[in-house]
């Protein structure tokens, strides 16, 4: 097809700043979506946490004042040589924080003001978007905004818009007294009146705008696209998906193998592939030497990379794990940092069991390529993931995971079946401790096989989940965009 001028808008960017998958999907997508030939601009906030040494930071154009009901911003565009395309909307009042997202009483006008900078600054560029790409609750707003205030614009007179949800239990709902910052009050009969006017408090859905008018919905695995739209999965917006389900779809994450790749990554003791992967052992060594926990040949090392949220199942190893580090001596390695319980229980972990447990709280992207290499399985339990990129990382650094069936997981990983060498990891069908013990039981009993443990592993390396792929879905779903 034609090249298609897109417009990303998102509240984070990898490298630049994320806090999961999000960051990830933008930092990677649209370098996938030039190769195909299509032009694209990315708008995030110019964040304090930024670290503009690395790259030429340049402004571009004048100032633009933006005016959010009765606050005024000055916002300036920026560009970075390292990333053509790139465009950053700098505004210390808002963006200078001590973190990305915060409960400041102006964090919607926060992103509100992204929002109608990236538009102000088509407007100074001449760039005439035929896609405006929104990503989450951040940008639910922008389709409506571009129907109403931006309408009188030629610029846009073609402009469609897509609105991707990566993870809809965030939707962004503020007071219905913050309607007046939208600049949108002239439209109030545009805004979901039943939220609006709620006896119990109105409130104003960002995300539920996005799906109201959006000219397509889509979401970062096909499973998470119909999960969505049932009661168990819907956060409350199942209905509204439900209403348009013939523009729901779902387009699988993929992975930017120039950066998670074991024959090529930096971060490793020693590189590996499908037909050498020796040195796989060598990063296990340098893994376990490197958190203190002593290498011993033959004991299965399980590992985790992960935000400490109720969304990721953790609460399930309380009544599991303790017992079978008893009985089966394995290891645990675990990096990640969130809610205190759960921090609290790797903690404990760690001090009653020194030699087989290590919980490194934050986070250090060096340590979690030496996981995925280090590891000889992944456990991501999951209560829900609406993609999951750990376990696709975990394939290709033959790595097998543990994962529960739902979502993205269950899109990304095929059951290990013994008997027929197939499969690429181990699956569970019910968020419970038993589900959990079956399947850590399994993997362990698998990986006593050594020839079986073997061919998984290798099944795991041969998947292929690049960004190429799932761009051509883009591109083909860019297409296919109503009004």
């Known amino acids: 097809m034609a090249g298609v001028k897109v417009v990303m808008v998102s509240s984070e960017v990898a490298p630049f700043a994320k806090t999961g998958g999000l960051g990830d999907v933008v930092g990677a997508l649209p370098k996938y979506l ?28 004048s100032p633009m004042n933006v005016r959010l009901g009765q606050s005024h911003y000055t916002l300036r565009l920026f560009t970075v040589d390292t990333h053509p395309g790139m465009y950053f909307v700098h505004c210390p009042e808002l963006y200078h ?11 919607h006008r926060r992103f509100l003001a992204l929002c109608w900078g990236a538009l102000h600054a088509c407007q100074a560029l001449g760039f005439a978007p035929d896609v405006v790409h929104c990503h989450d609750w951040q940008t639910g707003l922008l389709p409506l905004t571009l129907k109403t205030a931006f309408a009188w614009d030629r610029l846009f007179a073609k402009t469609k818009t897509l609105m991707t949800i990566h993870n809809l239990n965030y939707q962004g709902a503020f007071p219905a007294a913050t309607l007046a910052d939208t600049n949108l009050e002239h439209n109030v009969q545009l805004f979901h009146q039943d939220q609006l006017n709620h006896p119990g408090g109105g409130r104003i859905n960002y995300l539920l705008h996005g799906l109201l008018y959006a000219g397509a919905i889509s979401t970062v695995s096909p499973t998470y696209a119909r999960e969505i739209q049932t009661p168990e999965h819907g956060a409350h917006l199942d209905g ?3 209403a348009r389900h013939r523009t729901v779809f779902g387009i699988l994450n993929g992975v930017d193998y120039d950066e998670w790749s074991p024959d090529i990554d930096k971060h490793l003791a020693a590189r590996y592939s499908p037909a ?3 040195g796989k052992r060598a990063c296990k060594k340098a893994l376990l030497e490197g958190l203190g926990l002593p290498y011993i040949d033959g004991v299965p090392v399980v590992g985790i990379v992960s935000r400490l949220a109720s969304q990721k ?5 309380a009544d599991v794990v303790p017992d079978m580090l008893r009985r089966h001596g ?6 990640g940092s969130g809610e205190p319980r759960l921090q609290d229980m790797f903690t404990h972990m760690q001090h009653a069991f020194p030699k087989q447990v290590c919980f490194y709280r934050g986070f250090s992207n060096p340590l979690a390529h030496m996981i995925e290499a280090g590891s000889d399985m992944f456990l991501m339990p999951s209560r829900y993931e609406p993609c999951g990129l750990n376990q696709m990382y975990s394939l290709r650094y033959g790595t097998p995971p543990i994962v529960h069936r739902t979502g993205g997981l269950a899109d990304t990983v095929r059951p290990w079946q013994a008997q027929k060498r197939q499969g690429t990891g181990f699956v569970f069908d019910h968020h419970t401790s038993v589900g959990l013990r079956w399947a850590l039981e ?6 006593r096989d050594h020839d079986g443990w073997r061919q998984l592993v290798l099944n795991g390396m041969a998947e292929d989940f690049s960004w190429s792929s799932s761009a051509r879905l883009y591109e083909t779903l860019y297409s296919r965009l109503d009004a």
């Open 97 to 107: 924080r001590a973190s990305l997202y915060t409960n400041d009483p102006d964090e």
């Open 240 to 242: 509204f998906l439900r």
């Open 276 to 278: 050498d992967p020796s």
């Open 313 to 317: 199942g953790f609460e399930l190893l």
């Open 34 to 61: 030039r190769e195909l030939g299509h032009d694209v601009r990315v708008f995030m906030p110019l964040y304090s946490a930024i670290d503009t040494s690395k790259g030429t930071f340049a402004a571009v154009g």
């Open 442 to 447: 399994s993997a362990l009993a698998a990986y």
């Open 330 to 335: 394995f290891q645990l390695v675990v990096l």
